[in-house]
């Protein structure tokens, strides 16, 4: 799972996510967890009965309800923001929808999230295919910024994909996942994974239909700066 990313005075981070459609029940849910809508900005109630979830989700509400496909970055120089969306623009219109099926609630880590109860292969290529097509895009990592992925709690191979390309849970390591919640005690893993659980219910089969571009100024919250469907 993630760790809290450096912040570059000054300097805009932007990263490539799937965000759901915000008129859906996926969105809806997503939102009120985490108290946060990353298209209006705007500050949202908790679900019913659940508004002590305000002391367990201050990271994830940070960046919104999604799912990672290019970790967030900052821009290296010489490229643009405008350059950023014209690439996106491009990758998704020459990309079909990929049927995710169901999501459940389930402990990963020491996080809360939403996984696919059967992860199909084409979501893990089309999320590498998103890393290594915003690579040229990236910014290199400064040393403050590795430090605060702490490589030394990474085997081999995930520092070899951090150094290469800037996230260790890319490629292989990849999981789709939609964080819910913080990290947490073990004691109160089961009992979140429970009541969130509950409250989610059966939900819908996903589709990943878009692709949202979303941008971070200085210590804010991340934004979507446009959610660009795929074709056909």
């Not at 900005?41 to 989700?57: H, I, N, Q």
């Not at 998704?92 to 402990?107: N, Q, R, S, Y």
């Not at 895009?137 to 150094?163: I, K, N, V």
């Amino acid at each position: 799972m993630r760790q809290k990313e450096n912040r570059v005075t000054g300097t805009p981070r932007y990263a490539l996510y799937f965000t759901p459609k915000p008129d859906s029940d996926l969105a809806g849910f997503g939102n009120a967890v985490l108290g946060y809508d990353n298209h209006t900005g705007a500050a949202l109630s908790r679900p019913e009965g659940m508004a002590d979830l305000a002391g367990v989700t201050d990271s994830p509400r940070r960046y919104g309800f999604h799912a990672t496909l290019k970790a967030p970055m900052r821009l290296r120089p010489g490229v643009t923001e405008a350059d950023l969306l014209e690439a996106a623009l491009a990758l998704a219109a020459d990309h079909p929808p990929v049927p995710v099926g169901p999501l459940h609630v389930a402990t990963l880590g020491a996080f809360t999230a939403l996984v696919p109860r059967a992860a199909p292969p084409e979501l893990g290529l089309f999320a590498a295919e998103c890393v290594a097509a915003f690579e040229p895009f990236r910014a290199s990592l400064t040393e403050a910024e590795t430090a605060r992925r702490h490589p030394e709690r990474l085997s081999p191979r995930g520092r070899a994909l951090l150094a290469r390309w800037g996230y260790p849970y890319v490629f292989e390591a990849f999981r789709f996942h939609m964080t819910l919640t913080d990290a947490l005690p073990e004691e109160a893993r089961a009992p979140w994974r429970e009541r969130l659980a509950a409250a989610y219910g059966t939900g819908e089969s996903l589709t990943l239909d878009a692709l949202s571009v979303l941008r971070q100024d200085g210590s804010g919250p991340f934004r979507v700066l446009q959610r660009i469907p795929f074709g056909d």
